[in-house]
């Protein structure tokens, strides 16, 4: 059995990672063992590496926040769940293993039929982006919500969301190169940020009201999804990809009721009963499984090449999501597509 190890934090992420052999511990009472099936590598987790994520594990940790797995082993006096039965891994659990050991009680029980990719993906960037859809400003079919970022996992999963409720997007992103990728997904409008997006988008939507922006660059590109919303309008921030303060302008905020807010799904989580997670899941996860809800996979990396897997995650122009398939027959290197 391997697992990626870190006992230190770095700028580089991919230089404080090892890849340990382990002896498979004893199960405790009510503990399962599970076999990884795949494992995504996330913004998060790269962050949570160089130690600028909000929440750090003590070291040393085993990396890795969410993930699929199928289960090999019950504790004596177990019944449940089945040997064989994919789940989704506990939030946070060290997922960058081949086998992990999890209470029982904390995996959900996915369908067996499903792609482990698209499911090892779950936890993360789909409710992250349906609760930012739905959790702020009450939409309707025909609505507009602009979003940045648009080529991002979160923001092909908004796309696709927005489009099963008959809500319209517009899509900014950050160069020319991904205007198609986010037009293929059902991007209503796509633009490049820059000067003059606001009239852009006034032009592109017939000056539709637009009351939700979403925002995961900061810096001037909050101020510019601002001024392109209807007064009144809400911006959501669940991201620093330009690394700089979000930045909104005093007229926006005191003339036009502008509101800035943030979204954390960490928090989200703990604030949040079992009930309604489950409810969320079972909602991504029927949608996942029938193949309306997914996202596109660059890469998948075996567990020993967990560094050229980490810089190819930390590239800033991805074409899709970097996987690891820990205790499988990896597609090392070549390209996946949802």
């Known amino acids: 059995m391997k697992r990626v190890l870190y006992r230190s934090r770095g700028p580089v992420p991919q230089q404080v990672v090892e890849v340990e052999t382990f002896d498979p511990p004893a199960l405790a009472p009510g503990q399962v063992r599970v076999e990884v099936l795949a494992a995504p ?36 006096g177990l019944d449940a769940p089945a040997l064989g039965q994919t789940v989704l891994l506990p939030v946070g659990s060290g997922t960058w293993t081949t086998h992990l050991v999890a209470d029982a009680r904390a995996l959900v029980p996915l369908p067996d039929g499903a792609d482990p990719l698209q499911l090892a993906m779950l936890t993360v960037n789909p409710p992250t982006a349906q609760l930012l859809l739905t959790g702020t400003v009450p939409l309707q079919a025909g609505d507009w919500v602009i979003q940045n970022a648009a080529n991002s996992a979160v923001g092909g999963y908004l796309v696709q969301l927005a489009r099963a409720r008959g809500v ?40 539709a009201r637009i009351r939700l922006g979403i925002d995961a660059v900061g810096g001037t590109a909050t101020a510019r999804i601002a001024d392109a919303l209807a007064p009144g309008g809400v911006v959501v921030n669940y991201g620093a990809m330009g690394g700089e303060p979000c930045t909104v302008s005093p007229a926006a905020l005191i003339f036009r009721g502008i509101t800035l807010r943030g979204f954390w799904l960490a928090h989200w989580y703990k ?68």
């Open 41 to 76: 590598i996330n913004p998060s987790d790269l962050l949570t590496l160089t130690g600028e994520y909000g929440s750090l594990p003590p070291l040393p940790a085993v990396a890795g926040n969410e993930g699929v797995g199928r289960v090999v082993e019950l504790a004596p």
């Open 168 to 207: 319209r997007t517009v899509n900014v992103v950050r160069r020319e190169s991904a205007v198609a990728d986010v037009e293929a997904m059902g991007g209503d409008v796509v633009l490049v940020d820059g000067d003059g997006l606001v009239e852009r988008i006034r032009d592109a939507t017939g000056e």
């Open 271 to 338: 604030v949040t009963d079992a009930g309604a997670r489950n409810a969320l899941f079972a909602e991504l996860v029927s949608l996942i499984a029938s193949g309306r809800l997914k996202a596109r996979v660059q890469a998948v990396y075996g567990i020993d090449d967990i560094g050229a897997a980490i810089g190819a995650a930390a590239a800033g122009e991805r074409s899709g999501k970097v996987l690891l398939v820990p205790s499988g027959d990896p597609v090392s290197h070549r390209s996946r597509h949802g």
